[in-house]
């Protein structure tokens, strides 16, 4: 499956961003997916992952608070509302889709989009 992430930004600390991650195929429905983070010099971090249907979502403890994950299986898409950003959420933010139920580790997910960046200025 190709995923095309978009959304990503330059914003102010306090904003908002929504990334969006369009996937190629109409199984699109038969995916785990998620959110990955990661910022120069850094591992790829987990941010957020939803379940085939969207009834289980998942999050890294820093993020559950101001992230929200979900999906419209109808438009082949995922989602990351991102609020109250601040500065050390600036990296590139790539989806991913996992043949298989959740799981954080980046090393588990079977296809990758190319990772928008996104930029949180103080």
């Known amino acids: 499956v190709q995923l095309q992430a978009s959304g990503g930004g330059l914003v102010q600390a306090g904003g908002s961003l929504r990334l969006s991650c369009a996937a190629s195929?109409?199984?699109?429905?038969?995916?785990?997916m998620a959110w990955f983070r990661q910022a120069p010099g850094k591992e790829r971090d987990f941010v957020a992952a939803i379940s085939w249907s969207g009834g289980s979502t998942y999050y890294a403890d820093s993020m559950k608070v101001r992230f929200t994950i979900s999906r419209d299986n109808a438009k082949n898409t995922v989602y990351l509302q991102m609020n109250s950003l601040k500065p050390e959420d600036t990296a590139v933010y790539y989806c991913a889709a996992r043949n298989g139920v959740y799981r954080s580790d980046h090393r588990a997910y079977d296809y990758w989009g190319q990772g928008t960046q996104v930029t949180v200025s103080s």
């Open positions: 195929e109409r199984t699109f429905s038969r995916y785990y």
